[in-house]
């Protein structure tokens, strides 16, 4: 490690507790390197859990606190409140205070923003805070606070979220109350306009408030509305019904989230377009009801849509969805129908144009034909990145129409796809042969039995899976990864009979190699060994759950797995104590291996904790 002390301890500042304590145990200069970067220049401390009455030898040990963030804040209210006090009183340099889960109260909050002057983001979730304790605050004094987040906050009341906004006005920008009981329904007109002129508010995030009231709604538009930029509605039980009643415009909306609505109807829903279509570039309604049947109505063309997600949206009729397309689509990059009943005639996709079109998502679509499909790459040729036709009846048997290729798909996803054969997937893998990244087979029929008909390398191939696909054969898998070069950072042949006793005739070597999953699939020891060996020193994780491993032949391993981290040999009944040892001495920094299922008894499990005493092991 060529880095100077000084750099080194700069670098390790923005790891959390966690790493750095894997960090000390790895080497002398690191350790000295972390425990001086925890007393100089450590600014972001994470704790997954920590004891409420112990933030006071914690804030004693560091010098510099810039942010907090606690995952699990364990102690009763009194405890958490004083502790998140101690912070606040004797950290004037804290910026960002976040706990996951607490019972912080009131008090906590109040006094972060009373006390503290530069604390810019407060993340409160799933405390018992209501807000209503704030109307205490001083009015002279101003708050700082740009982000709040107070989701799974059951206590909150609609007068302590207006008495919020009322105490941030004129500073908070990011709002998150998701799955809170706040109605609103009864709000009081005058905390409405006295908040309104001095809101900066630029996301405000509703998910899961199912008490949300349409005349509640409308009232914090009203007074958020004129610089919103992000809205989450989705799983609540709007409709969008009293649009008419709303006062103020909104005309800096870009990203609308109605998900999972229920009660959203395509009038609702037109309504709103037309209300915020000229600066939309992202509406997500996936799970709803609409069918688009009043698309015809919409007064605005949507110019800056850039993605569209209509996912699960099982009552969209052809003539909505063309006639909507046929609007949005000049400018659109991200399309999902996937789990939709569209079907889209030939001749009427014809009609759309999508030039900028880069990711499109059919899965599921169970009534898309072969010349469907193909029109829509046609249409989105030369710009489509990411194409996901998993769980259709398409084989592609009209791809050789296509013409000539597909020059910038780095994804493919053809997961349960049941009618691909061999010979459409090598077509198909040929047009994009340039480009592709990410290939998902899981659960087809692919054999690569017969790969006469591929034409190509694929050299910038980095995951490949496997999974599941039941006609896959030692000879074909062997051959195709023969055609992937060395760029192959994740394989995935989970449940798949293979057997890799081909594995020598393997022409090429593995070393951007990561991650090898081989769980349930019919290895011997020689076979997993061998392919070890051509993995080189990159590999991280390692899955040989459910196989007859045992490591016996251990020795034939002649490449070391220095940065092996994570290995799964869970119900591997075959394992033995000697080879598991044996295994673990070619790695340099394995932290966690998985043994559970397998015959790993305590006598095992103590000689291995004998060797490796910072292994975590589960059995």
Not at 216 to 226: A, D, E, R, V
Not at 539 to 554: E, H, P, Q
Request: hydrophobic share 40%; net charge neutral.
């Amino acid at each position: 490690m060529d880095l100077p002390d000084e750099m080194l301890e700069r670098t390790l500042e923005y790891f959390g507790v966690g790493p750095l304590k894997m960090m000390r145990e790895m080497n002398r200069r690191l350790l000295a390197a972390s425990r001086s970067c925890k007393t100089r220049y450590l600014k972001n401390w994470r704790f997954k859990v920590i004891l409420a009455r112990r933030i006071r030898q914690f804030t004693d040990q560091v010098e510099i606190i810039r942010g907090v963030e606690i995952g699990v804040l364990v102690g009763d209210s009194r405890e958490a409140d004083a502790g998140i006090e101690l912070l606040a009183l004797e950290r004037p340099e804290l910026e960002s205070v976040v706990i996951l889960s607490s019972q912080c109260t009131d008090t906590t909050l109040w006094r972060l923003i009373r006390h503290h002057p530069k604390i810019k983001e407060v993340r409160l979730c799933g405390s018992f805070i209501t807000g209503m304790y704030l109307k205490h605050l001083d009015a002279t004094r101003s708050s700082v606070v740009e982000i709040l987040d107070l989701s799974r906050c059951e206590r909150l009341t609609d007068d302590g979220l207006i008495c919020l906004l009322s105490k941030t006005e004129g500073t908070l920008r990011v709002l998150n109350v998701g799955y809170t009981n706040i109605s609103l329904a009864d709000l009081d007109p005058n905390l409405e306009s006295m908040t309104r002129s001095s809101s900066i508010l630029e996301e405000l995030n509703l998910v899961g408030c199912f008490n949300l009231t349409e005349s509640g709604l409308i009232s914090l538009l009203n007074i958020t509305g004129k610089t919103l930029r992000v809205l989450n509605l989705s799983n609540t039980r709007v409709g969008l019904s009293a649009l008419a009643t709303l006062t103020t415009s909104l005309p800096g909306l870009e990203d609308v989230n109605l998900s999972g609505c229920k009660n959203l109807k395509d009038s609702g829903m037109i309504a709103f377009l037309s209300l915020c279509g000229a600066t939309l570039k992202i509406l997500d309604v996936h799970d709803t009801d609409v069918d688009l049947s009043q698309v015809h109505s919409l007064t605005s063309d949507l110019p800056l849509l850039s993605k569209l997600n209509l996912s699960g949206c099982e009552h969209l009729t052809e003539a909505g969805i063309i006639q909507f397309l046929k609007t949005v689509g000049k400018n659109l990059e991200d399309l999902n129908l996937s789990r939709t009943l569209v079907s889209f005639a030939e001749n009427v996709l014809l009609t759309i144009s999508f030039p900028a079109l880069e990711n499109l998502n059919l899965r599921h679509c169970n009534n898309l034909t072969d010349a469907v499909i193909t029109t829509f790459l046609s249409k989105s040729q030369r710009t489509l990145k990411i194409l996901d036709v998993g769980g259709t009846r398409v084989s592609f048997s009209d791809i050789g129409a296509l013409s000539p290729e597909l020059p910038a798909l780095v994804k493919l996803d053809l997961f349960l796809s049941e009618y691909m054969t061999d010979f459409s997937i090598s077509l198909f893998l040929n047009k994009s042969r340039k480009t592709l990244q990410i290939l998902n087979l899981l659960g087809t029929r692919a054999s690569f039995s017969d790969l006469g008909s591929l034409t190509t390398t694929f050299p910038r191939l980095q995951k490949l899976k496997l999974s599941c696909c039941d006609n896959l054969k030692n000879s074909g898998i062997v051959s195709f990864l023969n055609q992937t070069g060395d760029t192959l950072r994740i394989l995935c042949l989970i449940g798949t009979i293979v057997s890799l006793s081909d594995i020598m005739s393997l022409s090429i070597s593995f070393s951007s190699l990561e991650e090898l999953k081989l769980s349930h699939c019919d290895m011997t020891d020689a076979a997993i060994i061998a392919f070890l060996n051509k993995t080189g020193g990159s590999l991280k994780i390692l899955n040989l759950s459910g196989t007859a491993v045992s490591f016996s032949g251990i020795r034939k391993l002649s490449t070391r797995l220095p940065v092996l981290e994570k290995l799964v040999l869970s119900d591997c009944r075959k394992l033995t104590s000697a080879g598991l040892i044996g295994f673990l001495e070619q790695t340099s920094r394995v932290l966690e291996v998985d043994a559970e299922g397998s015959n790993v008894d305590q006598d095992v499990y103590d000689s291995v904790k004998a060797v490796f005493p910072h292994l975590n092991m589960l059995y």
